[in-house]
Structure formats: structure tokens, C-alpha cells
């Protein structure tokens, strides 16, 4: 069983910054890849980003691609999400989740645990 607790979320203006942490309960959390997807009112929750084991290598969905790095520490058992030049459009409900299959994996069905969520809102 692996629990995962989110935080730095809150709110923003339009191209502001904000980093994102998710740690994690256990001694196996080298074990698991890690993902981030976000959740807007009405919508359907999406794939942000994603992140091997090791932390070699990171995927992200093109809407984020080249403002939010995602990265983790496994001696922290921490993964986080650096978001930046943050748009009215990146609010949501931002949750961490972990996963046991290999690879970078964008479908939340794909992933065994998930966090509570935190709150990012950005303003205009």
C-alpha cells in the first residue's frame, strides 16, 4: 500500500509559478513510476506529466510542454511538478499517482494509487 499527499497548490496570476509536491509512504517508492493529472471542473481528469523509476525519463502532455518539469527524489520518496508561465486555463485539481508498470504512462487506469488532490487556480 503506498500513500500519496500533494501539496503546494493555491492560487496565482497568469504567468506565475508554482511547485507541486507529492510524497509518498513506504520504502518502495524507487519502485514506482510516478504521474501528475489534473482534473477541471466538468472535465474529464488529464494526463500532465509522467516519470520513470529512475527519473531518466519524463513524458509530457503537449499542452505543458516546455512550461512544467516534472522530477522526483527517491531518497525523499518526493515527486514534484514545476509549473511556470501558468495559464487561467491550467486550473484544476492537480493529483499525484503512482504506478507499477514500466514506462511513461499517460492512462490513469495504468496507475494504482492516487492522492487527494490540491487546488491550483490561476487568475487572468
Known amino acids: 500500500q503506498v500513500q500519496l499527499v500533494e501539496s503546494g497548490g493555491g492560487l496565482v496570476q497568469a504567468g506565475g509559478s508554482l511547485r507541486l509536491s507529492c510524497v509518498a509512504s513506504g520504502r518502495t517508492f524507487s519502485s514506482y513510476g510516478m504521474g501528475w493529472f489534473r482534473q477541471a471542473p466538468g472535465k474529464e481528469r488529464e494526463f500532465v506529466a509522467a516519470?520513470?523509476?529512475?527519473?531518466?525519463?519524463?513524458d509530457y502532455a503537449d499542452s505543458v510542454k516546455g512550461r512544467f518539469t516534472i522530477s522526483r527524489d527517491n531518497a525523499k520518496n518526493t515527486v514534484y511538478l514545476e509549473m511556470n508561465s501558468l495559464k487561467p486555463e491550467d486550473t484544476a485539481i492537480y493529483y499525484c499517482a503512482a504506478t507499477r508498470a514500466l514506462g511513461t504512462i499517460r492512462s490513469p487506469s495504468f496507475y494504482d494509487y492516487w492522492g487527494q488532490g490540491t487546488q491550483v487556480t490561476v487568475s487572468a
Open positions: 516519470i520513470r523509476r529512475s527519473g531518466i525519463t519524463t
